[in-house]
């Protein structure tokens, strides 16, 4: 059974989260969540957490910033809370919005992350809608605007994509993307809400691949086993 570590901020009401908890209890994900850290007091998702009686940490950032320490630092710190308490196999960023450095990612390779764009498999490389049009990544951009920036493109999809972590922000190995057909009348919160269910089904699958070692990253590659 895998040990994983979900990573929250207050900027969403935590159904990433929720959905892993679910899948897990259902026993869809061979894994069971370990700890929940938030960057911030005020994180909806440490209620969830709390409901489930999973342990939670809280992990500023500001005290970083106020002293004048490095991002480096921070995600150092961070990696060492994890490793020493809670050693998780996986590590999900299920909302959190800080930069997290290669001290990081180094000691917790397989870190993923759901992000609202649509990332190439390689630098330079394109993505493209299922109606053909080339596709944006909207790298270093929240979900709001993500989103707003997909209805104003006026094309004819939104898009995410979850991914493996890696030093460079909004970027890494991509284990899948999913697609939503944008309506006339969509707003950002009703072309995310629908968008948002395909996440978490991407979520969980993904998951639930990797509890069971049916999908693997080696050498900054995702490989699926038959």
């Given at each position: 059974?895998?040990?994983?570590?979900?990573?929250?901020?207050?900027?969403?009401?935590?159904?990433?989260?929720?959905?892993?908890?679910?899948?897990?209890?259902?026993?869809?994900?061979?894994?069971?969540?370990?700890?929940?850290?938030?960057?911030?007091?005020?994180?909806?998702?440490?209620?969830?957490?709390?409901?489930?009686?999973?342990?939670?940490?809280?992990?500023?950032?500001?005290?970083?910033?106020?002293?004048?320490?490095?991002?480096?630092?921070?995600?150092?710190?961070?990696?060492?809370?994890?490793?020493?308490?809670?050693?998780?196999?996986?590590?999900?960023?299920?909302?959190?919005?800080?930069?997290?450095?290669?001290?990081?990612?180094?000691?917790?390779?397989?870190?993923?992350?759901?992000?609202?764009?649509?990332?190439?498999?390689?630098?330079?490389?394109?993505?493209?809608?299922?109606?053909?049009?080339?596709?944006?990544?909207?790298?270093?951009?929240?979900?709001d605007n993500a989103i707003?920036?997909?209805?104003?493109?006026?094309?004819?999809?939104?898009?995410?994509?979850?991914?493996?972590?890696?030093?460079?922000v909004d970027w890494g190995?991509?284990?899948?993307?999913?697609?939503?057909?944008?309506?006339?009348?969509?707003?950002?919160?009703?072309?995310?809400?629908?968008?948002?269910?395909?996440?978490?089904?991407?979520?969980?699958?993904?998951?639930?691949?990797?509890?069971?070692?049916?999908?693997?990253?080696?050498?900054?590659?995702?490989?699926?086993?038959?």
């Amino acid at each position: 059974m895998k040990k994983i570590a979900c990573l929250i901020s207050n900027k969403g009401t935590g159904t990433n989260l929720q959905a892993i908890v679910d899948a897990c209890k259902a026993g869809k994900i061979k894994g069971k969540i370990v700890v929940v850290v938030s960057n911030s007091t005020n994180a909806f998702g440490l209620e969830r957490a709390q409901k489930e009686n999973i342990p939670t940490e809280i992990f500023p950032w500001k005290p970083y910033k106020d002293s004048g320490k490095s991002r480096a630092a921070y995600s150092k710190d961070l990696a060492g809370l994890l490793a020493k308490k809670y050693n998780p196999d996986i590590v999900v960023l299920a909302g959190w919005i800080l930069i997290l450095t290669q001290e990081f990612v180094k000691k917790f390779p397989l870190t993923i992350n759901l992000h609202p764009g649509l990332i190439p498999d390689k630098k330079g490389g394109v993505v493209y809608f299922p109606d053909g049009l080339a596709a944006f990544s909207n790298e270093g951009i929240h979900t709001d605007n993500a989103i707003k920036q997909f209805l104003e493109s006026g094309c004819s999809y939104a898009g995410s994509t979850l991914h493996v972590v890696t030093e460079n922000v909004d970027w890494g190995p991509v284990i899948e993307r999913t697609f939503e057909k944008i309506q006339p009348n969509d707003t950002v919160e009703s072309l995310y809400s629908r968008l948002k269910k395909k996440e978490h089904q991407m979520l969980v699958k993904s998951l639930a691949l990797l509890s069971e070692e049916k999908l693997i990253i080696k050498g900054g590659k995702v490989i699926f086993s038959k």
